[in-house]
C-alpha cells in the first residue's frame, strides 16, 4: 500500500479503512480465515501478487500456519488453473519459507 500512497494518499487511505473497518472486522469469520480467503482470492486472480504476499504475511500474523497457505493455494489448482497456483507458489516462497533460527 506504501507504494501507492505516494501516487495517491486517498487511495490507500480509502482501500485501509474500508478493507479494515467494513470487511475484516465482519463477525463470523477469524482474522486468519478472512486473511487466507483473502490469499485464495489473491492467487486465483493471478497478477495480484503483491496483495497476496501482503494476505499471506498477514494471515501468519493473525494464527494461520504455513501449511494452511499452502494448502489454500493448492486447493486452488482445478479452480484457479496450474499456472495461478504456480505463480502464487513462487510468489510466497519467502512467506512459506521455515523461519531460521
Known amino acids: 500500500m506504501a507504494a501507492v500512497a505516494d501516487i495517491s494518499p486517498d487511495f490507500a487511505d480509502m482501500t485501509i479503512a474500508w478493507a479494515t473497518g467494513h470487511i475484516l472486522t465482519r463477525p463470523g469469520?477469524?482474522?486468519?480465515?478472512?486473511?487466507?480467503?483473502l490469499v485464495a482470492a489473491c492467487a486465483t486472480q493471478g497478477f495480484a501478487l503483491a496483495q497476496l504476499v501482503a494476505h499471506a504475511e498477514a494471515a501468519l500474523r493473525g494464527?494461520?500456519?504455513?501449511?494452511q497457505i499452502l494448502e489454500t493455494i493448492l486447493q486452488l489448482t482445478f479452480y484457479?488453473?496450474?499456472p495461478a497456483v504456480s505463480n502464487a507458489l513462487v510468489a510466497l516462497k519467502d512467506v512459506l519459507a521455515e523461519p531460521q533460527a
Open 29 to 37: 469469520l477469524d482474522l486468519a480465515t478472512h486473511e487466507l480467503i
Open 63 to 67: 494464527g494461520a500456519t504455513r501449511q
Open 80 to 82: 484457479a488453473g496450474g
